[in-house]
């Protein structure tokens, strides 16, 4: 670990931190309706699609609209895929996607996901890559974002029926937030280097005489929102380590912005919404402890390298998978970055980190991404989680908890745990089916306990929407990929559902004024509870899957065995 | 929930038109306009021919030229398309090697390429990155100390002075982004065009 490597890593965090206010407010105006810039398109629209702006929706009018909202865009996306050919900007000539990799990559990117079971550079057209990908990397971060705020309505709203409407949130989440952010920061990328054309490959008499096909596209308009909606899906297959997707060490760290600035700023939204900023702090130191433990280890790991590496006398860490430009402090931060939030863009393969590096992500993962988290993911995740804090702590004084004046009662408590309860059901059980099921043992590209890694990396990163993988694992198979679609539906929405119904009975509650019983939900002390439920309750469901695959490499690795 | 179709239709049809045809192709234009260079791909060209691009790493095998990180990019076998044959720098199917900590086909190959490097240059501890392979398999780049850990070899085959050489590696090293990002690095392939230069341009004795 260097000096020059933490200061980019303390960078990071001060810049996060210090646009957390101000997109919170800017953020807090977009729902609460006050930026009226493009008002006449927003009026039009609504009409058009006979929809009354004033008129709220109740939460499961909210949330079926939201389901609607995506058969569409399932449609679309899937007529894309299986018809690329047929259809124009595809110089490349693409064929179609297989019905069982389109119904994976499909689901992928609806939720959120963006698991790659397939190589953008050698299977998408361009057309695809735009009207399809680019589309619901749009979309399924609006969907993210209003989601979070209908719940922070439930907590911010007395006596209410309703949590807002679904319709006019998503589209003003994209014509006021993702929208213009995306044009500035594509700009910048072509700046530092990234492609942004329809021309066709080109061909390159290289140096030596060979020939090399260099892939071009429309990159830098995908990846600017790829970044800021924590979708993460690579418009070619190295991801964020593909120089034309990431050229520069500089484009890399505002790409890792990128990754945060948003879900930070959700936490400041909900302190504004519930009328106490030093909520949101609250939640955002909670998470802050937990991302640095993380980047710590994951640093030191990375720096220290593995066995075989230093007793070949190899100095300045496991530079397998690595990018020279980005070395070792950029990519153990971007790995804890991209996994801490559900956005699954890489820029090393995280396949060739040690043992203990790898296991970060992992863990980040397992939590349910609550560390920031995907766009607004990450913060009806945390919730739950805080709900779930409120309850212990109830109990331990034998009170009715409350949050920001709310009785968190039975209700609240048992959706808080179906949510939770659905992603170790999601990642350990198709973990197991998989290392018993030969064909899905045969995709394994590592051998001993990385290549059960694999597996449970492969199904958490699907059922918490993350994205990235170990790459060496073949998942473009029948088993990997309808498993892999299941498992990315049931961690998006039986997450979304119940959190919802939380929105909507906490919306329907009475505000109860604090009294001199009401435990603070503002110091070090909640926070300190809060990151150690997650720890307890998140974590430790995981330990044993752990066990078995990270820490049992890295004792062999210790022990100079390889597989 | 009937009621809820047109608004998801047309919702979604409007968004969809704005996000995926509008804005992408609007990128396009403005980024073709402001910096056609970057937007088309960056590239290099030589007597009218593309030669490559700046940001794609391009094999370098021949002993004369500075050689840049291992690439594992593969491509279909010719003889069965269900299987991949090694095809270093690949910029059309881009990847790494996704060996892990503990795989033995990795240490097996650290361990030959390390042999391999302490015999061209005893006298130096062999830089990691010059051992390893890249994120993307695209790498264009390398450590400084990777550059010049090859100046010997280069040296001998071109029959230059090593200090002319080291001062061309140190002429071309690119620091941190703005002094503090990312770490300092040598393009592999603008290093070789300045190398042949150097040959073009001095008397042969």
Redesign the interface.
């Known amino acids: 670990m260097t000096l020059i490597g933490w200061t980019q890593i303390i960078l990071f965090c001060a810049v996060v931190v210090a646009l957390t206010p101000l997109l919170g407010a800017y953020l807090t105006r977009v729902f609460d309706g006050r930026i009226a810039l493009l008002r006449p398109v927003e009026t039009g629209l609504y009409r058009l699609a006979g929809v009354d702006p004033q008129r709220e929706q109740h939460w499961l009018s909210y949330t079926v609209a939201m389901l609607l909202f995506h058969v569409a865009g399932f449609a679309l996306l899937y007529g894309l895929l299986r018809l690329q050919s047929l259809l124009p900007f595809n110089p490349a000539e693409q064929g179609a996607v297989a019905p069982d990799l389109a119904l994976n990559t499909v689901i992928s990117f609806l939720t959120n996901t963006n698991w790659q079971n397939y190589g953008g550079e050698s299977a998408l057209s361009y057309l695809t890559q735009m009207l399809g990908l680019t589309v619901q990397n749009f979309l399924s971060a609006a969907t993210g974002m209003v989601l979070a705020v209908a719940l922070i309505r439930g907590f911010a709203r007395a006596s209410a029926k309703t949590i807002g409407n679904f319709w006019v949130d998503v589209t003003r989440c994209t014509l006021y937030v993702l929208l213009p952010i995306s044009i500035v920061f594509t700009i910048f990328l072509v700046w530092q280097g990234m492609p942004q054309t329809l021309g066709p490959y080109v061909d390159a008499a290289t140096v030596e005489g060979g020939k090399q096909t260099i892939a071009l596209g429309p990159v830098a308009s995908q990846v600017a929102i790829k970044m800021l909606g924590t979708n993460g899906g690579g418009f070619f297959n190295a991801n964020a380590a593909h120089p034309f997707e990431n050229p520069t060490a500089l484009s890399n760290f505002v790409q890792m912005l990128s990754i945060f600035v948003l879900g930070a700023a959700l936490t400041n939204v909900f302190g504004r919404m519930v009328g106490d900023q030093r909520q949101g702090w609250a939640i955002l130191a909670a998470m802050g402890v937990l991302f640095i433990a993380g980047v710590a280890v994951c640093y030191w790991a990375e720096a220290h390298g593995t066995e075989a590496m230093r007793a070949l006398g190899l100095a300045g860490g496991n530079m397998e998978g690595k990018e020279t430009r980005f070395g070792i402090a950029a990519s153990a931060l971007f790995a804890v970055v991209t996994t801490a939030a559900s956005c699954g863009a890489v820029n090393a393969m995280h396949d060739s980190f040690t043992a203990l590096g790898g296991m970060i992500p992992l863990i980040n993962m397992e939590l349910g991404e609550i560390v920031i988290g995907g766009v607004g993911a990450g913060l009806y995740g945390m919730l739950l989680f805080v709900v779930i804090t409120i309850f212990l702590a109830g109990l331990m004084v034998g009170r009715t908890p409350e949050y920001v004046g709310k009785k968190i009662e039975a209700r609240e408590v048992k959706m808080a745990m179906l949510a939770i309860l659905i992603l170790p059901l999601v990642m350990l059980g198709f973990t197991a089916i998989a290392v018993v099921v030969p064909s899905a043992v045969a995709s394994m590209g590592n051998a001993g306990p990385h290549g059960y890694s694999e597996v449970l990396y492969a199904f958490t990163s699907q059922a918490a929407n993350n994205g990235s993988a170990f790459g060496g694992l073949s998942g473009n198979t029948p088993f990997y990929n309808l498993t892999g679609a299941i498992a990315m539906f049931l961690g998006r929405f039986w997450m979304i559902v119940p959190a919802m119904a939380i929105a909507g009975s906490l919306a329907a509650k009475r505000s109860v004024a604090a009294t001199a019983g009401t435990f603070p939900t503002t110091g070090p002390l909640f926070v300190g509870l809060l990151v150690g439920t997650i720890l307890i309750v998140g974590g430790l469901t995981f330990f044993p899957a752990l066990a078995v695959g990270p820490i049992a490499e890295h004792l062999s690795m210790l022990q100079g065995v390889a597989y | ?1 009937l009621k ?13 038109c ?4 509008v ?3 609007a ?2 234009g ?3 306009a ?2 056609p260079a ?6 290099i060209e030589q007597d009218g ?5 700046t ?8 002993a004369k ?1 500075f050689h840049g ?1 291992l690439s594992a990019t593969t491509a279909p076998d010719p003889q069965d398309s269900s299987k991949t044959v090694p095809a270093p ?16 086909a ?2 097996d190959r ?2 030959a390429d ?1 042999a391999a490097a302490k015999q061209e240059n005893p006298s130096v ?5 010059l ?13 400084p100390e990777a550059a010049l850990f090859q100046v010997p070899r280069i040296a001998k085959v071109r029959n230059l002075p090593e200090a002319e050489l080291r001062a061309l590696v140190d002429s071309r090293i690119e620091g ?3 002094g ?4 300092p ?1 040598v393009n592999v ?1 603008k290093l ?2 300045a190398l ?1 230069r150097l040959g073009q341009n001095r008397p042969r004795t």
Not at chain 2, 49 to 53: D, L
Not at chain 2, 131 to 143: K, N, Q
């Open positions: 929930m809820e179709i047109r608004p998801a239709l047309v919702t979604f049809v409007a968004l969809a704005l996000t995926g045809l804005y992408p192709l990128m396009t403005i980024a073709q402001l910096f970057q937007a088309s791909g960056s590239l021919r593309v030669i490559g691009s940001l794609i790493g391009q094999s370098f095998a021949d030229y990180r720098y690949n910029a059309a199917a881009s990847g790494g090697s996704n060996l892990g900590p503990t795989s033995k990795l240490a650290l361990a390390v501890r062999v830089p990691v990155d051992v390893t392979t890249s994120g993307s398999g695209l790498d264009p780049e390398i450590s941190r982004d703005l503090l990002f990312g770490e690095r392939l070789n065009l042949d």
